[in-house]
């Protein structure tokens, strides 16, 4: 059931728990709650505005309308009987939706290494980042932030730099092709590389060349030459 905190002309604020049903709600704020309940917690709406708000849904429906969480904000589109007269309204409201996200543990500033020590998983309100963002739901290994992030900030996954193929500096083996001829050595990496096909400067082992080649994937990853 769903509890009414507040009610004014211009500010109604909901909370959508399995509070006693105290005082009867209309038809959409039921249904906003329910929509929203299916993927969050906590959820709390307050309505900013309301206007009339002219569409093709019909005089004589019902079944309100609820559009699309973005940046805290919900549109639900009903139609009311005022008096005898059947009107169109559009009611904006600002939510509260918590959901369980992964959070820094510490600060963590750019270049910093992602480990699983360095994240936990919290439920918070996340509704003013909903359609802005994308929450990351694994923890990354070894991955490398391309921005500072703050002690108890939400981890989003534009926080990571690009998972490479191959990292600047790590030794990978060393296929130098000829004809049907094929040697391997080992080189290092002076350049990082995000796919297959990529080419990269590498400094062989041993002699100290530096050559560029193309990085490959079968079974392993290597550079060819």
């Known amino acids: 059931m769903y509890a009414l905190l507040v009610s004014s002309v211009l500010s109604v604020a909901i909370e959508c728990t399995d509070l006693p049903d105290t005082i009867k709600l209309e038809p959409w704020q039921i249904k906003t709650c329910e929509t929203l309940q299916r993927d969050y917690k906590d959820v709390r709406l307050t309505v900013i505005k309301i206007s009339d708000y002219p569409s093709n849904m019909p005089l004589r429906s019902s079944e309100p309308v609820v559009g699309d969480l973005l940046a805290g904000r919900l549109n639900v589109d009903v139609v009311e009987n005022v008096g005898t007269v059947a009107t169109r309204r559009r009611y904006l409201l600002w939510v509260v939706a918590a959901k369980e996200v992964l959070v820094a543990r510490r600060t963590m500033h750019k270049g910093d290494k992602v480990n699983q020590s360095d994240l936990e998983l919290k439920t918070i309100n996340v509704a003013p980042f909903v359609g802005l963002k994308s929450f990351s739901q694994q923890v990354p290994e070894n991955r490398s932030l391309k921005k500072t992030f703050k002690k108890n900030g939400i981890f989003f996954d534009d926080y990571l730099e690009d998972a490479y193929l191959v990292s600047k500096m790590q030794e990978i083996p ?16 002076l350049e990082s590389a995000l796919y297959k096909g990529d080419r990269i400067k590498v400094r062989v082992a041993g002699t100290g060349a530096v050559v560029e080649g193309i990085v490959k994937v079968d079974e392993r990853i290597y550079v060819e030459i």
């Open 174 to 189: 060393l296929v130098v092709a000829s004809g049907d001829l094929r040697i391997q050595t080992s080189c290092i990496a």
